[in-house]
């Protein structure tokens, strides 16, 4: 067991650093974030597993705070109505679950973000081709191979791994930094 710690850690420590030594996709998604929230768009996030996790924690960092007191941004997790899910699902087919509602909630002006480990999700994919049609923009958490999504987002991080648990790491890490962005500079608009 020691040694699959301390290996799981290592793995960790060895993508946060190359992170570090490359971030440059963390500012101009957090300035896409933060322009759509002050222009009055919403954000619409989705993903599966993990990343619908990752989705609702980004909704709700945006919908709380993260760090200080600012006006609430409007960003939904796709990931959490059950009913919608399975509705969607039983009648169109989970590749449509996302797609379904970006159709019904998105406008030209907001924004999706389309978490994926593998960055082919089908679902996901379906959505940001949705949301592409519809005048949104789109911005993309992919691993490092980035995915059939990618071709179809404005901006994109790839996390600097190819296994999923430092993948997920790496998005709640890099979203964490662009929450913190985007609430800086909806704080300072008022």
């Known amino acids: 067991m020691e040694g699959k710690i301390r290996a799981a850690i290592e793995q960790h420590q060895a993508a946060a650093a190359a992170l ?49 007191e600012r006006r609430a941004i409007a960003a939904v997790a796709l990931s959490t109505d059950t009913s919608i899910l399975t509705s969607v699902s039983n009648d169109y087919g989970f590749d449509r679950v996302f797609e379904r509602q970006v159709e019904a909630l998105g406008r030209s002006g907001d924004l999706l973000v389309a978490v994926s480990t593998s960055g082919s ?53 890099a979203a964490h930094i662009v929450c913190g962005l985007v609430e800086d500079e909806v704080a300072a608009a008022g």
């Not at 954000?43 to 760090?67: M, P, T, Y």
């Open 20 to 68: 570090a030594a490359d971030h440059a996709a963390i500012e101009p998604i957090a300035r896409l974030l933060a322009a759509t929230a002050l222009a009055g768009g919403k954000i619409l996030v989705c993903g599966n597993g993990g990343s619908a996790a990752d989705s609702q924690h980004i909704a709700a960092e945006l919908v709380g705070r993260f760090k200080k």
């Open 121 to 173: 999700s089908p679902n996901v994919l379906k959505a940001a081709v949705k949301a592409k049609s519809l005048g949104m923009a789109v911005v993309g958490f992919f691993g490092a191979a980035g995915g059939a999504i990618l071709p179809h987002c404005d901006l994109a991080f790839l996390a600097p791994s190819s296994d999923t648990p430092r993948v997920q790491e790496m998005h709640i890490l």
